[in-house]
Each structure stands twice: as structure tokens, then as C-alpha cells.
């Protein structure tokens, strides 16, 4: 049997390889402190939990759901103007996807043909390579860099390669380097995108864990986002509804057309359950998003006060619920180092090489674990000399 050549493309998958090791370590007894999956430790809120209780008892509810309901369609269009400010947003710009991991390999696959190119964050969350990859074009990488404060420096790409590109994917607040985006900086992404006929894709997965000031805001708030570009709304980091994986491609209606057109052709749409869920996450009470995003920073204060105190270089940690971390000493085997602090340490981090060549020399936290945790996992490492 011979299987596919793409699949020479991806690796063995690092999360799957960590979690193996976890379980090994604590059959043997070993305290662990897992901090390497963006999995929420927090709890859907009590409506949400009973719209999926309550629609669970229709039996209208486990039969294919076909389309998006309209109730759910306008709950997306209302959440943009109220939670956002974006008017305008009409039904064939907004479409649901089973999570962004899926919608990322549908929107892809309908923008580009084989050996186009597109323009990938380096470093950036895994998919946006692969689902380039899936849909059988080139990425470019463009370096997110210290020297740049993590953000995307569209005047270092060269024309000729900008020219050349299909789609720009942009992520902020960033996971894992934890940037976030200024008004400046998407209004010159978008002036980028119209001189050389780029479309942006904007992952906005975490505009509700921002640090230091205001709430995030959403690409599209700014003027010609939705000429040049879609952008992905998730519930799963906002509402802790991470299994459900809903997430919304909302934007140009002619891209959103063509991921609708190509995903008919594998999917029969997101379960009404679901849908019941999302229009309860998106229609119900708000309060709860600004304590949560308060509960975040305190994390990221503690574990960046910890990882300080123990020699570390403080943090690059805007926003998203990640810590992007530099390893200290020099070193820049990521993975060594990770496999290392898990052993003698008990900590489980993700390394970052995992998210692109420029992630090496660091790794990734994720703040999945109260303070006084996040605590204890720097002691653990101070202890084991770290």
C-alpha cells in the first residue's frame, strides 16, 4: 500500500508526542503541570450550557442541519455591530465553520491553485501551514521578530513576492508570540493588500483576552477590510466552548461564496445543537468576558513575574492566553529543552519550533492553570534548576 506523498509535508505531531510522555510520567507518580494546550480551564457560562441541555430534548435537533439558521446568521451579523461596532455585515458575508482549523483549509483551498503563494506568519499556529499546504500552494513566510514587536512588517516583503501572493494570513492578538495589533498597522496591511491584490485572512480568535488596556477589536472595524478580506470570529477561547469547535468566516462576500461552495461538497453543515449554543454565546450576557480577560492577565502577571524572578527574560505578552518565552542560556533546541523541563521540572511546555523555523530558542505557555499554579510550575522549576 502506498499512501499520498502530501502527507510528507507534516510531521509527527508534537502536542500528541507531549501528551504520551505526560501519561507516562504520571502512571509513574509525577506531579505535572501541563501548560502546553490552549484547552480553557474555565467553565461555559450556565446559558450556554443549558441551550445545548435544552435543545439536546428536540428531536428536530439530530437531523442535518443543511445551512445556517437565520436566527444564528443574524446573532453573528448583531454581535459584530454591538460587540465591535461593524455595521453593515450582511447574511452571504457571514458563514459558519466547524472551528478555524476546518474553515482555514476550505478558505485556502478556494483562493488558491497549486504552487500559488501565500504569506504565513513565521512564527504562527500550525494550520495556517498546513491548510497552505492541503491547498498545494508555497508559503512565504514572513518573520514576526522581537525587533518588530512581534508584528507583521508588510513594507519588508519584496513586491515581487507580494505581487506573486494569493492571500495574507494575520493573526492578532498572536498565537504564540502573544502581539497585538494597532489601527496603524491594519490600516497599512490593508493598504498593502489593495496595491498588490492580496486577500487577508485575519484569525481573530482571542479579541477577548487582550492585556493592558481596552478590549480587542475585530479587522473588519476598519474601512476596506471587507473589500480585501474575511476574517474567523471563534467562540471556543471567549465563551470555554472548545469541543464544540464553532467558529464564523465573516467578510467579502465573494470569498466567503467560494468556502461555502467548496466545503457543501464535504460537510452537511454545524449541528443544530451547536447553533442553538452559538446563538446563546453570542445573544446573552457579557459581563463575564471582561472578568475572564482580567483572570488572564493576573496569570500572564504571574508567570511572567516568575519566570523573571528566576533569570528569565520577561516576556513578549500582549495578548491571546499564551506566553511566548525565550530560553534562557542561549539555547535554541526547543524541543530538547521542553522534553528536559518536563522530565526534571514536571512543567509541560510546548517548544516553539513547533510553530515555525523562527519559533526556535523559545517556547510557548499556555494559561490554562490559576496564578497560584502558575506559581508553583516556576517553582518546580526553580528547583530543578531552570
Known sequence: MRLSRRLDQFGSEVFAALNERRRELEADGREVIDLSIGTPDFLPMPHVMDALADTAHDPASWKYALRDSPEMVQAVIDYYETRFGVGGITPEMVMSVRGTQEGMVHVCSALVDPGDIALIPDPCYPVFAASTLLAGARPWYYPLTEETGFLPDVSAIPDEVADAARYMVVSLPSNPVGSVGSPQLYEDIIEFARAHDVVIIHDNAYADIVFDGPAGGSFLSYPGASEVGVEFLSLS??????????????????????????????????????????????????????????????????????????????????????????????????????????????????????????????????????????????????????
Open 237 to 386: 477561547k471567549s465563551f470555554n466552548i472548545t469541543g464544540l469547535r464553532i467558529s464564523y468566516l465573516v467578510g467579502n462576500p465573494e470569498i466567503v461564496a467560494g468556502a461555502r461552495l467548496l466545503r457543501s461538497q464535504v460537510d452537511f453543515g454545524m449541528p443544530l445543537p451547536a447553533q442553538r449554543v452559538a446563538i446563546a454565546c453570542l445573544t446573552g450576557p457579557r459581563e463575564q468576558l471582561e472578568v475572564q480577560r482580567m483572570q488572564y492577565q493576573e496569570r500572564r502577571d504571574a508567570l511572567c513575574d516568575g519566570l523573571e524572578g528566576l533569570g528569565w527574560e520577561r516576556p513578549h505578552a500582549k495578548g491571546s492566553m499564551f506566553v511566548w518565552a525565550r530560553i534562557p542560556g542561549g539555547r535554541q533546541d526547543s524541543m530538547a529543552f521542553a522534553l528536559e523541563l518536563m522530565e526534571r521540572a514536571g512543567v509541560i511546555v510546548t517548544p516553539g519550533a513547533s510553530f515555525g523555523p523562527s519559533g526556535e530558542g523559545y517556547v510557548r505557555f499556555a494559561l490554562v492553570q490559576p496564578p497560584e499554579r502558575l506559581r508553583e510550575a516556576c517553582e518546580a522549576m526553580s528547583k530543578a534548576g531552570f
